[in-house]
């Protein structure tokens, strides 16, 4: 077997444990269960590390992950927080880049999903269980350690949560992560939330950016 189809086996192998790793991933995020995120699927002692989870901001290096993750995980705890609690995540329109030296990749996935949750549906509403849509994107970055792909950076951008019966041309922002008290992030969130008045295309072509480069 030639070089170039040895290496074509091996990104392909990249490729497909990347893809079981965010599903382990969603796996977890449905469950709730942060830590397993944190001690299990991170590099989580990596000082590159990062997590971004929409508004909440980004969180930058191993302490501020650890301690965001660890107050995520906690506020899911109680009762109150899971009664009626629906927080799916279908990952779709994959695509994963590997570096050269295949240590280190890059994926992104849009989200379409339905989600039931404490929302605020209306302007002026006071927070109630809502059933909404959630759509956004992953653009994560991967970094292999002894061997095996670990989550090195999670950046998940909101482009819209409505209410299901309203839609995201009548009310594309429901909803907002609850800040955690006594953290606070590295850098501020990066916002994408569609509004039916935005022209969201340059040079006439539409562009929900950012978008991963074609090679690490």
């Known amino acids: 077997m030639d070089a170039k189809t040895l290496e074509l086996i091996r990104r392909a192998a990249d490729v497909e444990e990347i893809q079981q790793l965010m ?17 299990k699927l991170m590099a989580a002692d990596n000082p590159e590390v990062s997590f971004e989870y929409m508004e909440s901001g980004m969180y930058c290096g191993p302490e501020q992950v650890r301690a965001y993750l660890t107050a995520l995980h906690e506020s899911f ?5 899971k009664t009626g609690y629906m927080g799916l995540q279908h990952l779709t329109t994959p695509k994963i880049i ?22 605020c549906p209306y302007p002026g509403n006071a927070r109630k269980l809502t059933a909404l849509w959630f759509i956004g994107r992953y653009s994560n970055e991967f970094i292999k350690v002894n061997g095996e792909w670990k989550i090195l950076k999670v950046h998940l951008v909101s482009y819209a949560r ?25 850098k501020p969130p990066r916002y994408y ?15 929900w950016g950012p978008y991963l480069p074609e090679k690490l």
Not at 77 to 81: C, E, G, S
Not at 193 to 207: A, G, K, L, M, Q
């Open 77 to 81: 705890q109680t009762p109150r927080d």
């Open 162 to 186: 409505t209410p299901f019966e309203e839609g995201w041309i009548r009310q594309p922002d429901a909803m907002r992560i609850p800040p955690i008290p006594h953290l606070r992030p590295d």
């Open 98 to 119: 590997v570096s050269e030296d295949g240590q280190r990749a890059a994926g992104e996935w849009t989200i379409l999903s339905p989600w039931a949750m404490q929302a």
């Open 23 to 39: 599903a382990r991933y969603v796996q977890n995020v449905h469950k709730m269960d942060y830590l397993t995120i944190l001690e």
């Open 193 to 207: 939330t569609y509004h039916p008045d935005c022209v969201y295309s340059s040079d006439n072509i539409y562009n």
